[in-house]
């Protein structure tokens, strides 16, 4: 599905297993996400994160579970 002025799609993969391999996705997301957070006044690094854990999915045995107060259920 890439646009027709584009190489074949094997060159373009090709060229971006390069990239990959390389580490070029990310430094890119490293600078863009630096450059975005000095333009915001924040600090260069994030000092915290958040994970979803509807999207973050434990094993079929699982463990502890918590009281999550914003959605007032288990889990």
């Known amino acids: 599905?890439?646009?027709?002025?584009?190489?074949?799609?094997?060159?373009?993969y090709a060229a971006f297993k390069r990239w990959a391999y390389?580490?070029?996705?990310?430094?890119?997301?490293?600078?863009?996400?630096?450059?975005?957070?000095?333009?915001?006044?924040?600090?260069?690094?994030?000092?915290?994160?958040?994970?979803?854990s509807q999207t973050a999915k434990t094993t079929e045995q699982g463990g502890e579970r918590g009281y999550d107060a914003g959605k007032k259920n288990q889990g």
């Open 22 to 52: 390389r580490g070029l996705w990310k430094k890119l997301n490293d600078i863009l996400r630096t450059r975005i957070r000095i333009k915001n006044n924040k600090n260069k690094q994030p000092t915290a994160a958040i994970i979803d």
């Open 1 to 12: 599905m890439l646009p027709a002025e584009f190489p074949s799609w094997e060159a373009v």
